[in-house]
């Protein structure tokens, strides 16, 4: 089977519109309401010549109590069965307490991850970016789902791992 890479992260951080991107169709399901992603839906790519699955989290219940948590599980079980993880943060917004439940879990786990900050649309968000240094996975790299800015740069160090 080819390599699997899980795209995970808290709801409306643009996962499903990376996931569009890497996979160069429409498929996954783009929402401004974020939870509408079904559990774990899986995609074929290919890259410089190089065949992997794209693993597209999300569908949880919008309810507030166990947000943290509940993306936190979802997460893990995409991490779980993953050759490499894309960790996308919304790169305006910056790290929340959901971004933070899902680095914990990250943490636990002996997989690589890579740091995506998303929503870089322009290079004046640059700086937004650089701030997610601190989370310890190595670079962060800026990209913009929507516009496709940084998605190369971040394809190749996805590769680089699988
Ligand atoms: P998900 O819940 O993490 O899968 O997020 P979606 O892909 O459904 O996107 C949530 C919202 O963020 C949608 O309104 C997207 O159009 C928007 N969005 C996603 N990526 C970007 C981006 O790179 N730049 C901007 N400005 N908006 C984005
Ligand atoms: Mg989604």
């Known amino acids: ?51 992997f699955t794209v693993v597209d989290t999300g569908g949880w219940e919008h309810d507030a109590k166990g947000i943290h948590r509940r993306v936190a599980d979802q997460a893990e079980l995409a991490v779980d069965v993953a050759d490499v993880v894309l960790f996308v943060v919304d790169a305006t917004v910056g790290m929340t307490a959901t971004d933070e439940a899902v680095v914990s879990m990250l943490r636990r786990k002996d997989r690589p991850v890579i740091v995506a900050a998303n929503k870089v649309d322009d290079a004046v968000q640059e700086a937004d970016a650089a701030a997610l240094w601190s989370l310890g996975f190595g670079h962060p790299y800026p990209v913009s789902g929507v516009h496709g800015r940084g998605v190369a740069d971040l394809l190749d160090a996805v590769l680089a791992e699988l």
């Open 1 to 51: 089977a080819p390599p699997v890479l899980a795209v995970v992260g808290r709801p409306n951080v643009g996962k499903s519109t990376l996931v569009n991107r890497i996979i160069g169709r429409r498929e996954a399901v783009v929402e401004d309401v974020p939870g509408v992603t079904r559990d774990r839906v899986s995609y074929e790519a290919e890259w410089n010549g190089r065949t």
